[in-house]
C-alpha cells in the first residue's frame, strides 16, 4: 500500500510560479514510476509529467518548457515545479505512484487556480 499526499496548491496570478510536492510512504519510494496528473472541470484528467525510477522525464506538450518533475528519493517526495502559469493550468493536480508490481496509486488532489 502507497500513501500519497500532495500539498503546495494555490491561486496565482498568470506568469506565476507554483511548486507542488507529494510526499509518499508506505513502499520502497525509490522504485516507484511518478506522475502528476491534472483534471480540469469538466475536461479528462490528463497526464502532466511523469518520472522514472531512473530519473528520466516526459512531459505533456502543454507544460513542456514550462514544468519541471522531480524526485527526492531520499525524503520520498516527488515536485512539480510550475513556471510561467497560464489560466488554462488551472485545475486539480493529483499525484500517482507507479510500483514494480504495475499496481498504481493516488493522491487526493491539490487545487491550483491561475487568474488572469
Known amino acids: 500500500q502507497v500513501q500519497l499526499v500532495e500539498s503546495g496548491g494555490g491561486l496565482v496570478q498568470a506568469g506565476g510560479s507554483l511548486r507542488l510536492s507529494c510526499a509518499a510512504s508506505?513502499?520502497?519510494?525509490?522504485?516507484?514510476?511518478m506522475t502528476w496528473y491534472r483534471q480540469a472541470p469538466g475536461k479528462q484528467r490528463e497526464l502532466v509529467a511523469t518520472i522514472t525510477t531512473g530519473g528520466g522525464t516526459n512531459y505533456a506538450d502543454s507544460v513542456r518548457g514550462r514544468f519541471t518533475i522531480s524526485r527526492d528519493n531520499a525524503n520520498n517526495t516527488v515536485y512539480l515545479q510550475m513556471q510561467s502559469l497560464k489560466p488554462e493550468d488551472t485545475a486539480v493536480y493529483y499525484c500517482?505512484?507507479?510500483?514494480?508490481?504495475?499496481?498504481?496509486?493516488w493522491g487526493q488532489g491539490t487545487q491550483v487556480t491561475v487568474s488572469s
Open positions: 500517482y505512484a507507479l510500483t514494480p508490481w504495475a499496481t498504481g496509486y
Open positions: 508506505g513502499s520502497i519510494f525509490s522504485r516507484n514510476a
